[in-house]
């Protein structure tokens, strides 16, 4: 009843041609955007912003970037840390090396050399598939963790090989309350998302679905698998340099290449496998789930053994909450393969027939 | 269908409870937040250190408080995790109160959190980890490396070698090999021992050994051709256990290595028993200590009466004195602030830093504290945030630790010029000023 | 010279334990096409389960024999892990059927992370013993013609050994029983398998049981050279070069797989790692498999990926 089509006619081929042709949907999105630029600040406390909004908006970056390799083009990648760090530490190098380089600047450089390592290890993938390819790409991850770990140029020949950053200022103005730090973040991911989404509707998302579904049948009608391949591989490898940069500069502060080691990798592959693949909005839904269950769990379980009466120790909450955060993949992935967009896009199919069944 | 709305609903739960605030706790305390690393690679000797710092609280409340302030300790677990220690320190700073001090217990939160201290006003003290420079007060106002830091290690622990061969001179040409975590953690511990190198003459072998650990033949073969006199290992966790067992393995004699404080506990060496009969680790002033008056206090009020957070038979081993002796410097730094700030009144941080800075242990108030045999007087000051430099030398005799050293102090001509020089490059870096001496009034 | 034999024969036997834990792997891709992220969980967990039991039945049942006491440990080990396979198969593997690869490998990975937490929780996260008495110190051969012989640790050795006879057996398993043929069977083509009337899920709990016992033998002699911890889990990583180096399918290509990256991670650290800082063992395995799989894709042993459109 509130979500029907009615009366909305498209009269352009650019109106026919939007991101979301429904008006219901332009202005849902416009009032989610209002609502983070203008009501989160007014509703969050400090904490709410370094731990949850700032992570989960630059984790849904690198989520994004995932799936576009591995959602939208079918190349399994377990070396998304690799790419984080590299873009990480590019951007950090900019900004030591070169006085005056604006962040916006350091920052999408970093992206850049992020996607020529991308490439670089994005071509096995034109041989190898699958499961070889994923361990592959592992090869990437510990040989760039590495690398910052043993070439000290790239840390500026810090004695310890740990790196930090502060300072930040865009355009003169200075970055360092968690809100315009969440606002920074926030802007990255809507300008991203917004390339992300045209970037799949477009002819070269077509070509990476096509690789994706069947690579033979694809390179038979035409489509040429080495520019489509190394094309998710480059533009993956972009947004999380980007996000990677972001996660050393914004959140972290201060990092060492343990923070973008094989776990990382793990949790932004459990985060679209949840969220769904091949999904723009199932990188956000995932990146919420994984950011958030961990404290979830960490203030709920406590609680709930006080209601029990039983005090739980710190190593028993981690323990559980380990369990239970394996056993709720393992659930959603039976429940839902397709994830969590997928729940959303039924419900939203439901939302367009509501009151009525079908 | 019934499962999947099941799952849709628990979602949006998760969505929604963590936005439910926090609870508040009531009563004027001193909050301690505790940085636990219960789980994890570091879990054998991060445990007994949590451990020791909750007992030592404990006791204190038992004793009547901080001129009759309680404290209160609420652990965060990091498992060794530094952006989960971050999350932690998120979480935890604003709690009861406030927070008093940040124990992290990892070099790499240490380095993580060094930069929001100064914004956040809260003090951080890393007794034997994070920065070597942080001893420099006049640059890391917030950071307390109390009792000694990894350069104080490595020098310590190079005199003692040099002594067993008889003197600096004997050192010119014989070779040492590092094995250490090859982590900020590890890296830290070389620029003293490159800087002794410069001095006497010896060679070095450094052996990085990649995270987690667990296979080290290759690094022990290497030992085993090159044939070093002696062997450093700056390593913690499974690391350490795994690397003793690999000399075993290998044959090269325990003798001749020697451990850097985190390296060196009975958590890496109980198991091994008496194969690892020599090997010695240099403790910052304390070791396993379950003899002195504050282990035998512990005993009787705390675990006696079933308060004790871990095991009784850890009660004085080496990690949980660090965290007895952690605590202790947590807490009397607040009972040096309150003589300034107000008897009997809970702490704010800033107060609080003022209190580490102006740390006046002299062995009298040790003593009382049940510290005595244990450690040595701690004196900071505005620009010295280290205190003491003192150290020992243990060696596993199979069963435990006995003492094979006397008292021995860093080299200060050596390690003042280093920090400072590292501390300078990291204002510069960070375009710090230093601070002004009036400063040290605040 | 003598030192290169050294470094041969030691990566060797590593290289052997490293197949150990690759076997496991192996064996559940056979039979059911799923890539077990979860075996180094499993490992853990046996070799947690195996150290404590060994302290606790002496205790609990009061008798002082060491031998009979790792016994006890070994088969309620084992009895602990069939459980596992079965939950598994019954809980999670049969509501899954025929989902995409990638969705079986996230499922395992959320096996592994609840795994290690239910192993932590039950036997608890200190470090443990396991003293099945192979004996610690190395053994010199050769002293004679070469300075200082050649180093040659006995517990390797023991465990080479042990992971031969496994080998060895599960061959023999595979090969002239019953059971082993159904697996086999249902390797080769699963709905062949069903339509001749092998029921699925019961081989599904071999197999993963099968895998159990040999994460429990894995953990048993990782577990008494390195102490059992958390940490056991990670020796997993270095496993998958060795499963992927193989190919998946093949059991002596785990073998060969394990003893190739063994001598490879040794040598490589000895000789090159002086030059490059050191501690470049920890990618070597990956980069060489990356470098043998653009030569063959489904790795050396594995089975040639044909696809059909």
């Not at chain 1, 932004?268 to 995932?286: D, E």
């Not at chain 2, 590890?186 to 990085?208: A, D, N, S, T």
């Not at chain 3, 039945?57 to 009895?79: S, Y």
């Not at chain 3, 610690?136 to 070469?146: D, G, N």
């Amino acid at each position: 009843m509130l979500y029907r089509e009615n009366g909305q006619f498209k009269t352009t081929y650019r109106g026919d041609s939007q991101i979301f042709p429904i008006a219901q949907d332009r202005i849902a999105i416009g009032l989610l955007l209002a609502f983070a630029v203008f009501g989160v600040p007014l509703l969050a406390d400090e904490y709410l912003f370094r731990a949850i909004l700032i992570p989960f908006l630059i984790l849904s970056l690198a989520a994004l970037g995932l799936n576009i390799l591995v959602g939208y083009c079918g190349q399994v990648s377990l070396g998304t840390g690799a790419f984080m760090a590299v873009g990480a530490y590019a951007a950090y190098n900019f900004m030591v090396r070169i006085d005056g380089m604006p962040l916006l600047a350091a920052v999408l450089l970093g992206g850049l050399c992020a996607t020529v390592v991308g490439v670089i290890f994005g071509i096995p993938s034109l041989r190898i598939k699958g499961l070889y390819l994923a361990v592959a790409t592992l090869a990437a991850q510990f040989f760039v963790d590495w690398t910052f770990l043993r070439i000290s140029w790239f840390t500026n020949n810090s004695s310890s090989g740990s790196v930090s950053v502060s300072g930040l200022e865009v355009f003169g103005i200075a970055i360092d309350t968690p809100f315009e730090k969440y606002l920074l973040c926030l802007g990255f991911l809507v300008i991203f998302a917004w390339m992300a989404k045209n970037l799949v509707r477009g002819h070269i998302g077509r070509e990476w679905m096509a690789i994706r579904d069947m690579d033979v049948a694809a390179a038979v009608i035409g489509i040429r698998p080495v520019y489509a391949k190394l094309t998710a591989f480059a533009v993956s490898s972009f947004f999380v340099g980007v996000a990677g940069a972001l996660w050393g500069f914004v959140h972290l502060g201060s990092w060492e290449p343990a923070a973008f080691s094989i776990d990382r990798s793990f949790q932004l592959l459990f985060m679209i496998i949840i969220g769904g693949l091949g999904s723009v909005m199932g990188s956000f839904f995932g990146a919420a789930f994984i950011v958030m269950l961990p404290i979830f769990l960490n203030q709920f379980l406590p609680a709930l053994g006080n209601l029990v009466g039983v005090t739980i120790s710190t190593a028993g909450v981690a323990h559980a909450e380990l369990m239970i955060f394996g056993a709720l993949i393992v659930f959603f992935l039976i429940v839902e393969p397709h994830g969590l967009a997928r729940m959303w896009s039924t419900a939203k199919e439901k939302m367009r027939l509501w009151p009525f069944p079908h | 269908m019934k499962l999947k709305t099941l799952a849709l609903a628990a979602a949006l739960t998760v969505a929604g409870s963590s936005f439910a605030p926090f609870a508040f706790a009531q009563g004027k305390v001193q909050f301690f937040p505790s940085l636990t690393g219960r789980t994890g690679p570091v879990a054998p000797n991060a445990t007994p250190f949590a451990n020791g710092y909750a007992d030592y609280m404990k006791l204190v409340n038992l004793r009547g408080g901080i001129n009759g302030v309680q404290t209160l300790v609420e652990e965060c677990e990091t498992a060794y995790a530094t952006d989960r220690g971050v999350e932690c320190y998120e979480r935890l700073k604003n709690k009861h109160g406030g927070a008093t001090v940040f124990q992290p217990l990892s070099t790499g939160i240490t380095f993580a959190l060094t930069e929001k201290v100064p914004a956040d006003k809260i003090p951080m003290i890393t007794s034997g980890y994070g920065r070597s420079d942080s001893a420099d007060g006049s640059v890391f106002k917030w950071n307390f490396p109390l009792i000694g830091h990894y350069w104080v290690a490595g020098d310590t622990l190079l005199q003692h070698i040099a002594k067993t061969q008889g003197g600096w001179e004997n050192m010119r040409g014989k070779k040492i090999a590092v094995v250490y975590h090859d982590s900020p953690f590890g890296k830290e511990v070389l620029p003293i021992i490159q800087e002794r190198q410069k001095m006497h003459g010896f060679e070095l072998q450094l052996l990085p050994v990649p995270a987690p650990g667990v296979e080290q033949k290759a690094i022990w073969l290497q030992v085993r051709q090159q044939r070093p006199d002696f062997v450093i290992m700056q390593t913690w966790g499974v690391m350490t256990a795994t690397a003793i067992k690999e000399a075993v393995a290998t044959g090269y004699p325990r003798e001749k290595m020697f451990g850097t404080w985190w390296s060196g506990a009975e958590p890496d060496l109980r198991d091994i028993g008496a194969a690892a009969k020599g090997y010695s680790a240099v403790m910052m002033q304390h070791g396993a200590e379950p003899q002195s008056a504050v282990v035998k206090e512990i005993l009787d009020k705390v675990h006696a009466k079933g308060q004790g957070t871990g095991p009784k038979d850890e009660v004085g081993q080496v990690l949980f004195m660090r965290g007895v002796v952690g605590a202790m410097l947590a807490v009397e730094g607040v009972r040096a602030a309150q003589e300034r700030f107000g008897k009997g009144k809970v702490m704010t941080g800033e107060q609080a830093r003022w209190g580490y800075e102006n740390l006046n242990l002299t062995q009298a108030k040790l003593d009382a504290l049940g510290f005595k045999g244990v450690m040595r007087p701690v004196s900071t000051s505005c620009f010295d945030h280290m205190g003491s430099a003192w150290a020992r030398v243990h060696t596993w005799d199979g069963a435990k630790f006995t003492w094979t050293s006397d008292w021995l102090q860093a080299d200060d001509q050596i390690i003042k010029p280093l920090v400072k020089a590292s501390a300078e490059r990291y204002a510069a870096e960070k375009k710090l000023t230093k601070r002004d001496p009036k400063d040290c009034q605040s | 010279m003598g030192f290169f034999f050294e470094a041969l024969i030691g990566g060797l036997m590593a290289g052997m334990l490293y197949s150990l834990i690759a076997l496991g792997f192996v064996l559940i891709f056979k039979a059911s096409g799923v890539f077990n992220f979860a075996q180094g969980a499993m490992v853990l967990f046996a070799a947690l389960a195996m150290a404590r039991f060994s302290e606790w039945f002496p205790e609990l049942l009061g008798f002082d024999n060491k031998v009979l006491g790792n016994v006890l440990a070994f088969a309620g080990a084992l009895l602990l892990m069939v459980a596992v396979a079965w939950v598994i198969e019954r809980w999670v593997l049969r509501k899954l059927v025929n989902q995409e690869a990638i969705t079986l490998l996230m499922v395992t990975l959320g096996i592994a992370y609840f795994l290690d937490g239910f192993g932590q929780s039950l036997f608890g996260s200190d470090i443990y013993k396991i003293d099945i008495g192979l004996p610690k110190e190395p053994m010199f051969l050769l002293e004679s013609t070469f300075p200082g012989g050649i180093l040659v640790s006995k517990e390797d050795l023991y465990a080479t050994g042990i992971a031969a006879a496994l080998v060895i057996g599960l061959s023999m398993f595979f090969q002239y029983t019953s059971t082993g043929r159904a697996l086999r069977a249902v390797a080769d083509d699963h709905q062949a398998a069903q339509s001749i009337g092998i029921p699925l899920s019961r081989i599904w709990v071999i197999v993963w049981s099968v895998a159990g016992f040999v994460a429990l033998v894995a953990g048993m002699i990782w577990g008494s050279k390195l102490g059992v911890q958390f940490s056991l889990s990670l020796v997993a990583l270095k496993a998958l070069p060795v499963v992927i180096l193989g190919g998946l399918t093949s059991v002596p290509g785990a073998i060969v797989g394990g003893l190739i990256i063994g001598v490879g991670e040794k040598l490589s650290e000895v000789y090159a790692g002086p030059f490059l800082g050191g501690g470049i063992e920890i990618w070597f395995g990956y980069v060489l498999v990356l470098f043998v799989l653009l030569v063959r894709p489904q790795g050396l042993f594995g089975e040639k990926i044909i696809d059909r459109v």
